[in-house]
């Protein structure tokens, strides 16, 4: 029965995961100055936008189609740890506690994605012969 309902999960387990990323992305672009000095005010060099914003889209992306599925998922797990431990770690304010767990869940589920990869509705399964 598990099988029957989980044949297809792997693309909307994606697009879930990815969602944040991409939307996160967008939302870094729309508000840059904003956010540049948000990270700086954080001690993190506002010059790392760039790379954090391609990071969250190329890898919203890579994980939503399934392709480079485990390098996307790897580097958005540590990418959401870190973010949760610079940004998210005032336990003392109950809603950076959530944001925090909320960066930690994300990261697991990705490590599981790193684990299995884009075995199904991917760009990586183009070509594989399927289940029946």
């Known amino acids: 029965m598990i099988n029957i309902l989980t044949k297809y999960a792997d693309l909307p387990a994606r697009a879930a995961l990815s ?3 991409i939307i996160s992305g967008i939302g870094k672009i729309s508000a ?25 889209l190329l890898g919203g992306l890579a994980i939503l189609i399934g392709f480079q599925t485990r390098y996307a998922a790897l580097v958005l797990a540590f990418f959401s740890i870190a973010a949760a431990v610079i940004f998210h770690a005032d336990f003392g304010d109950q809603i950076q506690q959530i944001m925090f767990l909320k960066n930690i869940a994300i990261a697991g589920g990705l490590l599981l994605l790193a684990k299995n990869g884009a075995p199904r509705l991917s760009i990586e399964a183009l070509g594989e012969p399927s289940e029946a």
């Open 32 to 56: 840059f100055e904003g956010t540049q000095g948000y990270m700086e005010s954080f001690g993190v060099p506002g010059a790392m936008l760039i790379p954090t914003i391609l990071a969250e």
């Open 19 to 21: 969602a944040i990323f």
